[in-house]
């Protein structure tokens, strides 16, 4: 079902690790490239005609913002032009799309990627949910973006998918992380021949941050044999009391939507979010970022090991 790897275009510089507080944030921080090498990136459009407008995505291409609209305090949803109405990105999952900007009086560009939540076949526009960070160069700098300023975009892809691989995925997300978890769960429940199924962990501050809580539902309520989610929040409301569980993720939540480790050993465990989360769930990464570690944390206690896990 799943080959994991890890794109050589994220092991040529320099990394600057930015400050994740709590459960919200992105799995990307302050990173910068000093060279790059092309992402691959393969289509899985809808029908015949689609397949003929896939972008070529060659190099660094660059899109006009068409639209910006606030999600909650600190995200937006941005909305960028493809060439024409007729084109799709044709990204598969999970493959983010990798911007570069130069700050003004810098002389070092800037690169950051994010993860489209639109679907990789919808013509003429890709779509990112995008937190904003004080200190994030790249999250600052989408932010201010208003529709008509232009971005570049580059593919990288991070996980190659191979449907049915892993009878059940378990994806565990903290923040503005659910975005390639999103990208993944709904290739897998748009293509008729992955029988996988999957459960969501997803952790937030507030009920407020959770993110594509709509398409999660719509999705749990159309696949239902198939996916199942838990939502987490510091903190309820009273009109949220007893939707969503509470406080930080723990190996009882875990237990509820994991299958038993002994009854099925076909599976894999996703972890994004910031560090400190991922340190808690699943241990922290290797050199600072750029590996994946040791197994540790909660998942190390429920029995999985290196190969059943990846951390974004």
Not at 113 to 142: A, I, L, Q, R
Not at 261 to 287: D, F, H, T
């Amino acid at each position: 079902m799943a080959s994991f790897v890890r794109p050589a275009a994220r092991v040529a510089g320099f990394a600057t690790a930015g400050t994740a507080v709590g459960y919200v944030g992105s799995r990307y921080y302050d990173t910068t490239f000093f060279t790059l090498t092309q992402a691959h990136a393969e289509s899985i459009p809808s029908d015949a005609k689609a397949a003929l407008k896939k972008m070529p995505w060659k190099g660094f291409t660059e899109l006009k913002l068409e639209s910006s609209e606030m999600v909650n305090h600190n995200v937006k949803k941005l909305t960028f032009s493809l060439p024409d109405d007729e084109s799709i990105t044709g990204l598969s999952p999970i493959t983010s799309l990798l911007t570069q900007h130069t700050p003004e009086g810098a002389w070092i560009p800037v690169f950051r990627p994010y993860t489209p939540v639109s679907p990789n076949d919808e013509p003429g526009s890709v779509t990112f949910m995008v937190k904003h960070y004080p200190s994030g160069k790249g999250s600052t700098k989408m932010h201010s973006l208003v529709p008509g300023d232009t971005m570049k975009f580059k593919p990288l892809q991070e996980l190659e998918w191979k449907p049915n691989q892993y009878s059940h995925v378990t994806m565990i997300a903290g923040g503005s992380g659910i975005t390639p978890l999103y990208q993944l769960t709904r290739a897998i429940l748009r293509n008729p021949e992955d029988k996988t199924r999957i459960s969501l962990v997803y952790a937030n501050n507030s009920e407020e941050d959770i993110l594509l809580k709509k398409e999660f539902d719509a999705l749990a309520q159309k696949h239902p044999d198939r996916f199942q989610r838990l939502y987490t929040v510091k903190k309820t409301s009273s009109e949220g009391e007893g939707l969503y569980e509470t406080g930080h993720v723990t190996k009882e939540m875990l237990a509820k939507v994991m299958p038993h480790r002994l009854s099925e050993s076909n599976v894999k465990v996703l972890v994004s979010g910031p560090p400190a989360m991922i340190e808690s769930i699943a241990g922290s990464k290797g050199m600072g970022g750029w590996t994946q570690g040791s197994v540790g944390g909660i998942l190390k206690e429920l029995g999985y090991s290196s190969e059943d896990v990846h951390k974004f």
